[in-house]
């Protein structure tokens, strides 16, 4: 009389549904392969941070606001500070920062243009 085979059913068929197969071929696929050698790469060692360029010097724009007249073009900070120093009230300017990313001049808000105000050199 021939071997007695033992089936199961195999779900982890794709599609529609599942299949009988024997167990012998079940069995055979879960068993590990000891002949096979696993290559585990080393760690890479890590990259040296690369230094930040260092940011270039602001450039200020002052504009009056009544007659659009512009008071200082291109200006640093000290320049920028020195010239408010003159003005009456921080709304009486327009002050704008140029941006070099985008490569045009960029309009402070109130809270920037406070922020300058307050550190304005007071001309007595």
Known sequence: MADRKIWVLDT???GTGARMVPLDSI????EPATDVKV???RKRAPREPTAPEPRAPRRFRVVDVVSRRVLQDDGSLRE???LL???EGVT???IS???PGEDRWRLL???ERKAVWDRRARRD
């Open 80 to 82: 920028t500070l020195q």
């Open 85 to 87: 120093g003159a003005v």
């Open 27 to 30: 069995e055979r696929h879960d």
């Open 92 to 94: 009486d300017v327009h």
């Open 97 to 99: 920062v140029w941006d």
């Open 39 to 41: 290559w585990v790469p």
């Open 12 to 14: 982890e068929t794709k």
């Open 109 to 111: 808000s109130l809270d």
